[in-house]
């Protein structure tokens, strides 16, 4: 269990040495505060672990600094959305200079034209592009579009991908096919609608298409990164894309994490596969609030005002956060040579320390990787599904977690979650982290 003396003695070089380290733990007197008055005292549930999470104060590049004047280098980077790193000076730089010309008009803005257009350049499917504001919003917004589309009503979804908080997809497999909602509040007119099937298995999905003839779209991670990191057998995507092409079926991928992350066109660039509609959020705007859909032209004009599937918000297309994602993007397209093999570079390393080290000691766990993104799974079995996923040991990972922690190295606190590597993280980081997960695999091995 993380043990909050620990922490708060923890004797690292990022400590900060002004910092009297016998102080009261501040991120435990912030929790018990926040527990009175934010639900569990957090925002979003995947930020609680036991017995409290740690509070931040700063980041810049690949650390952040918590209240208590640790610095850890972070892997869980807003879940993936800080793809250049902590307050990239330049994203940053475009950000204020935005402020002085206004924070928000809900009125068109040049500047909305200008990223939808280089939207279209970079990803392979987008001919329209709409802004939104969270990757819920747009996941939300692609499957009413789908079924307005088709004139269909039931979706496919894969199980352990995940598309936000939403009633259309907070679905998990039932019997019959038939999905039951995963939470309370959700109802069974929205879950029954969502087939939930399992991912890698080509088979399941083509029997389940050609028993249905109610399908509006398949929705889909081409990587999935919500249960760990997964990556998809050779010619699974492919399969899919061909399966929803002969069956009318729109091909949705939520590209919120492969976005701009992968590649710059995202996974659809990576893999060389054209979706009907893609979901994007997070790397696109390197952390600032924003989202899109995109897609062929045929199905996004269906939206309203021009077409008849309702779509609106106040936040959509605001200038902040689309001057951020400009900024992002145009240095993407400028740096792409550099900036995307220099990630996969980092990780490979981090990887195979990691590997090396498993081997030494002769753990068996398995390690899931791709381009910028990587998970150490507590089960010595092939991990390519939710199912096996689930067979990891998440005793074991909380252990490990919090002895990461006490090091210095801030990684998703769930075995389920994705680590992220940005191009802010350095050569020293590399080798800080790599000392650590030995470190963490040694402590964990004492216990097994
Ligand atoms: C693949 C994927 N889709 C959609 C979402 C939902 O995005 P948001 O949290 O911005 O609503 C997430 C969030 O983590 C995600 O990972």
């Known amino acids: 269990m993380y043990n909050t003396e620990e922490f708060g003695s923890y004797k690292h070089r990022y400590i900060s040495h002004t910092q009297n380290l016998s102080m009261s733990n501040r991120s435990e007197l912030l929790f018990e505060r926040a527990k009175t008055v934010i639900p569990s005292g957090v925002n979003s549930p995947v930020r609680f672990y036991e017995p409290y999470p740690f509070f931040v104060a700063s980041s810049k590049g690949s650390k952040i600094v918590t209240v208590d004047h640790i610095t850890c280098i972070d892997y869980c980077m807003g879940y993936g959305s800080l793809l250049l790193g902590h307050a990239h000076a330049h994203v940053m730089e475009a950000v204020k200079s935005q402020l002085d010309y206004g924070n928000l008009f809900c009125i068109p803005t040049e500047k909305e034209v200008q990223l939808a257009e280089l939207i279209s350049k970079v990803v392979p499917c987008a001919e329209m592009t709409r802004l939104v504001t969270t990757g819920s919003e747009a996941t939300m917004s692609a499957i ?35 999905g039951v909602p995963t939470s309370e509040g959700s109802i069974e007119g929205f879950s029954s609608q969502t087939m939930v099937i399992p991912y890698n298995d080509p088979s399941e999905l083509e029997q389940v298409i050609k028993k249905e003839d109610d399908i509006a779209c398949v929705i889909i991670e081409p990587i999935p990164a919500n249960m760990g990191v ?219």
């Open 144 to 178: 009413r579009l789908a079924r307005a589309f088709t004139k269909k009503r039931k979706i496919i979804k894969f199980e352990g991908c995940y598309h936000g908080a939403h009633d259309y997809v907070l679905v998990s497999a039932g019997s019959n096919g038939i």
């Open 230 to 448: 997964v990556i998809p057998d050779k010619q699974y995507l492919n399969e899919i894309r061909k399966i929803t092409r002969q069956m009318d079926i729109v091909l949705i991928f939520d590209e919120v994490i492969t976005g701009f992350r992968l590649s710059l066109g995202g996974a659809s660039e990576f893999f060389g596969i054209k979706p009907d509609l893609a979901t994007f959020a997070k790397a696109m705007a390197n952390g600032f609030p924003i989202a899109a859909i995109t897609g062929k032209k045929e199905i996004m004009q269906q939206l309203a005002p021009g077409g008849k599937v309702y779509q609106a918000s106040t936040y959509a297309g605001n200038p902040i956060s689309v001057s951020a994602s400009i900024a992002t993007i145009e240095k993407l397209i400028k740096e792409k040579n550099e900036i995307y093999p220099r990630i996969a570079k980092t990780c490979d390393r981090i990887v195979g320390g990691i590997k090396d080290e498993l081997e030494h000691l002769k753990l068996s766990f398995t390690t899931n990787a791709i381009g910028s993104m990587y998970q150490l799974f507590f089960t010595p079995e092939k991990v390519d599904d939710a199912k096996s996923a689930k067979k990891s040991s998440t005793v074991m990972f909380k252990r490990f977690y919090d002895e990461l922690l006490q090091n210095g190295i801030f990684i998703p606190p769930s075995q389920f979650e994705t680590c992220f590597v940005s191009n802010a993280h350095s050569e020293d980081d590399v080798d800080k982290t790599v000392e650590s997960y030995t470190d963490a695999l040694h402590k964990v091995k004492e216990v097994l």
